[in-house]
């Protein structure tokens, strides 16, 4: 909302169809479509003053109905190790974390897509703050478009805050604008999306879009899934397995599977085994995630030596797997510990600063 009580609408977020149409029903020429995607995610432009190439007239149209959209982070923290976490403002006053991770080979940009999840995965710090709200695609975009960092990203991950598929749409539209030409231009084979495993929204992001997919794992075994992740209630990792099955994914499109490890839990020979025979139909890697410990949670990760083993045993089970470096962990920015504490203050008064 401008000064004057006018509430306006963001252009950041918006897909090129989606700028056409606006042009259209403005009575501009088709090309102008072409000229904003150009200002809103090849450049950093802030108003559209500076829209040098739109005549005066039509960027003064623009700008009594829409704004940019683009949001500065409030706070940023920066770990030992290299690893930064932004905070940004939503609507309705809300906020979420991204973390940016630089590393020797590729500089990983870890976005958030919705505030809170309403998923309840029992190892997971962002679950505990519950669902406040969904990420609009522009929301999601800002978190690439306004980083410092901006230039020199490499990689997405949608693994931050919330379930990606549970905001199917927006995510959708975010990664449409991220990897095409008119956009971000980042290459498919470097954005890549996790769930828990929402198997219908999984089948449409198989079957439009062709970037990655990981899918959150951590045990083979229904009954010990469904004390760590209520949604095997609903879709057990049979199905989500069968489902990837289905597709043809490629040469080059990558399925990952994301596994917490935790001592005497999940990380014994029988897992070993069931591991093997559930994937054995599965073009895939395992990524070993070390525990973080979250308040109120008591699972201990497994030690460094267990884990090394176990990596092997998969391994000689033909199974590629790795061991996912934990970054940004003074900070909570690594894996399951985005959660924006200056909700958090409120709801939990003894929650650690």
Known sequence: MDPSGIVKTPLLGKTLSELKELVKNMDLPAFTAGQLAYWLYKTNIQSFDEMTNLSKKVRLLFEEQYVI???ESVKVQVSGDGTKKYLYPTRDSKFVESAYIPDERRNTLCVSTQVGCKMGCL????GKQGFQANLCAGEIVNQLRSLPERNTITNIVFMGMGEPFDNLDAVMQAQE????EYGFALSVRKVTVSTIGLVPAMKVFLEKSKCNLAVSLHTPFDEERRKLMPIQHVYPIKEVINTINQFD??????VSMEYIVFSGLND???HVKELARLLNKTRCRINLIRFHPVPGVPLPGTDEEKLLLFQRALN??????????SRGLDIDAACGLLSTKELLKHRMPNYNQ
């Open 69 to 71: 959209g683009s949001i």
């Open 123 to 126: 190892f997971c710090m962002t």
């Open 177 to 180: 604008i991220l990897t095409s």
């Open 249 to 254: 994914l490629g040469k080059y499109r990558r």
């Open 268 to 270: 014994t020979s029988s």
């Open 316 to 325: 000689d089970k033909g199974i590629i797997t790795t061991i996912r470096a």
